[in-house]
């Protein structure tokens, strides 16, 4: 990568996290700030951007559960609302036609079928991305909003077989024979330790899987998917995705700036984006009726809808695959371009306050919510003990160890995981499962009966989401928090959280009193 692509994305990040947006819409800017000036995307842009978005993939699969693809709410919501768009989208173009916009008016049907399927994906990288800096990917919308994009991206790998002619290869039959090599890819994973191997092999795996599927004409990106989802019951995957985060972060700034290159617009193309971008609130609508309609809970259904209410990079390959077959105009490409990036950060910014808004709108979205509840949904009411650990972490699980050693059964744990909680139950933990953010939780148990909570999360903003949800519903008792710096600390402390512990200075301290004994012990 050039420097001058690095000075531009710094600069451009800087100033998007100054505005309290993140850094993804200051790399967007960059690109299309790089093209004016007159520079141009090379191969070594397009490498990177191909790299993060590989790494992207293997990491959402090894935090995925392959059986959550069979579920209706995933596969039944994705499908119906691919379906619906369609239709809906083919109706607003022609809408559009007839109040007078020319340029709609040129396109045949099968032109405007292609536009409208191009839009109607999410973006995978966008809304991993907010996900994961909300800490939100194991949350129940979290989990939801991934598999609807995992088959989205399944129906693009399709889209992609028939519009290029390239059909899988026989010997792709020989990739299941990968099922019975798990055991000796467990036994390496586990022989690499946990110094700078491990990031290694997750290159090695997410990058092997890649070339092994290109080999017989599948889309690479699809094995770098499916090896993560592979490996996702493996005990060291959080480990392996935790080292492969900054490496993704720095490959993907490469695909953001790489939407800027796409071309240049000017002000129709910039019009006829922001049009295009006007549909997204529809777009919004039908997810959360969708998910509504198929028995999710209204503040699930309403995050999940509002963080997929974006386009997404797919677009640009289904819009880039058609003007090279002569299928669509240039201009095209750069209106579908603008209107990823406006989309990104429309739903970048709308997402700070996703929160707030489902408190605000409560009593109207709870509308729409079925009486009828799936039974993932149905949150077992938890013991009345006085002190609840939320997050169970390692820093969760230790802090829940410490306080049982010395009050018993006096306490208990909450995670928004599941799965995760059920094996912390088997485990002997006192562990239930509930999201911390979620109002409907903490309505629906007995806050009187709790004097303490500690909020061992790693994220500020889960933090004081937490604390939120706990004033609204009147909790009365004391809250405690980590933060790793200083002014994460200050910043909880002044949102009223009781008190606050510096995750390294604690951790020291207690490190200090635990060797003190040894040498008092002499």
């Known amino acids: 990568m050039d420097f001058i692509w690095i000075l531009f994305a710094f600069i451009c990040g800087f100033a998007a996290k100054t505005l309290s947006l993140p850094p993804s819409i200051g790399y967007l800017l960059a690109g299309f700030i790089l093209h ?28 995925f559960n392959i059986k959550d693809l069979t579920k209706t709410e995933v596969f039944g919501g994705s499908l119906t609302h691919t ?16 109040l007078g916009l020319s340029i709609f008016a040129e396109l045949s049907f099968n032109t405007a079928l292609l536009i409208i399927f ?3 994906f999410s973006s995978t990288v966008c809304v991993v991305k907010l996900l994961e800096e909300y800490g939100e990917m194991r949350t129940r919308h979290g989990k939801l909003a991934i598999g609807i994009l995992v088959m989205q991206d399944i129906v693009a790998v399709a889209f992609l077989v028939v519009a290029t002619g390239k059909t899988p290869a026989i010997e792709s039959l020989a990739l299941l024979g990968l099922l019975f090599m798990r055991p000796i890819i467990s036994r390496i994973i586990n022989h690499v330790g946990h110094g700078e191997l491990i990031p290694l092999t997750g290159f090695f795996l997410a990058f092997g899987s890649y070339e092994l599927f290109e080999l017989v004409d599948i889309k ?8 993560g989802m592979f490996l996702a019951s493996h005990p060291k995957a959080s480990e392996l995705t935790k080292s492969l985060l900054s490496f993704k972060d720095i490959f993907l700034i490469g695909f953001f700036l790489s939407i800027g290159f796409t071309a240049l617009p000017n002000m129709e193309m910039l019009a006829i ?21 198929l028995k999710i809970r209204a503040r699930t259904a309403y995050l999940s809808a509002l963080a ?26 750069v209106i579908i371009a603008l209107s990823v990036s406006i989309s990104f950060v429309i739903t970048n910014v709308l997402y700070q306050y996703a929160h707030s808004l489902f408190t605000r709108y409560k009593d109207v979205l709870m509308r729409f919510e079925r009486q009828d509840k799936l039974a993932e949904d149905i949150f077992a009411q938890p013991c009345q003990a006085p002190v ?16 049982h050693d ?31 953010e979620d109002a409907y939780f903490w309505e629906n148990i007995d806050l009187s009966k709790i004097k303490l909570i500690l909020l061992a999360l790693p994220s500020v903003k889960d933090s004081m989401s937490i604390t939120s949800q706990l004033k609204a519903a009147n909790y009365q008792g004391k809250i405690a928090a980590i933060a790793r710096f200083d002014d994460e600390r200050a910043k909880l402390e002044l949102f009223g959280i009781d008190k606050v512990f510096n995750f390294y200075n604690e951790a020291g301290v207690g490190f200090a009193k635990e060797s003190i004994d040894l040498y008092e012990a002499r």
């Open 36 to 63: 004016f000036l007159g520079f141009e995307a090379d191969a070594s842009l397009e490498t990177l951007a191909n790299i993060g978005i590989t790494l992207m993939l293997f990491t959402i699969g090894l935090k």
């Open 83 to 98: 379906s619906i768009w369609l239709v809906m989208g083919i109706g607003l173009i022609k809408l559009f036609a007839i």
């Open 118 to 120: 191009a839009l109607s």
């Open 220 to 227: 690479g990106d699809l094995g770098a998917l499916l090896a």
């Open 273 to 293: 984006a922001l049009l295009l971008t006007l549909v997204l609130p529809v777009k919004f609508i039908m997810f959360f009726l969708l998910l509504s309609g």
């Open 308 to 333: 997929l209410s974006n386009y997404s990079e797919f677009g640009l390959i289904v819009a880039a695959l058609s003007v090279s077959s002569g299928w669509l105009s240039n201009e095209w490409l």
């Open 388 to 403: 609840v650990v939320v997050g169970m972490g390692r820093v969760g699980m230790g802090a829940y160890r410490a306080l």
């Open 406 to 436: 010395q009050i018993g059964d006096q306490v208990w744990g909450l995670d928004a995981d599941k799965v995760k909680s059920q094996w912390l139950t088997e485990q002997g933990y006192q562990a239930f499962y509930g999201d911390g």
